[in-house]
């Protein structure tokens, strides 16, 4: 009896449970996780070049410099909004913005760049 009544009950809630959404197999992530996997983005561009203060620079270097950027600027970067805004879109130095040249010869500011990675990443793309 105690079976018929389990093997009922299941039957009864199967649909239920078909219609719940799955488990979600992507984790949330801690602001300096997204940044971590921000710079990792950028290091992995593909006919990407970068522009600091005039000078061309690939993407595993400008990957390499915001590291460093980051670094230095220790527990002051919370998130990568800031990351982006602070250290990613203009030189510290010389107050110029970073640009970026995408395969495709389109330029741009790296912050708007940086900001559509940033969606990538949050997406699980």
């Not at 971590?36 to 620079?57: C, M, P, Q, W």
């Not at 982006?84 to 107050?95: E, H, P, V």
């Not at 110029?96 to 990538?120: C, F, H, I, Q």
Request: charged share 25%.
């Amino acid at each position: 009896m105690r079976t018929l009544l389990l093997a009922v009950f299941l039957a009864a809630i199967a649909p239920a449970m078909a219609a719940q959404p799955a488990a979600t197999t992507t984790v949330a992530r801690t602001p300096a996780a997204e940044i971590d996997a921000l710079i990792e983005r950028v290091g992995h561009s593909k006919g990407v070049v970068f522009i600091r203060n005039g000078t061309e620079y690939s993407a595993a270097d400008a990957a390499a410099h915001l590291q460093r950027k980051r670094k230095a600027a220790g527990n002051r970067i919370k998130t990568p909004e800031q990351f982006i805004d602070k250290l990613g879109a203009r030189s510290s130095m010389t107050g110029k913005p970073y640009r970026v040249r995408l395969a495709s010869g389109t330029e741009m500011d790296s912050a708007a760049w940086l900001n559509g990675l940033l969606r990538e990443v949050r997406a699980g793309r």
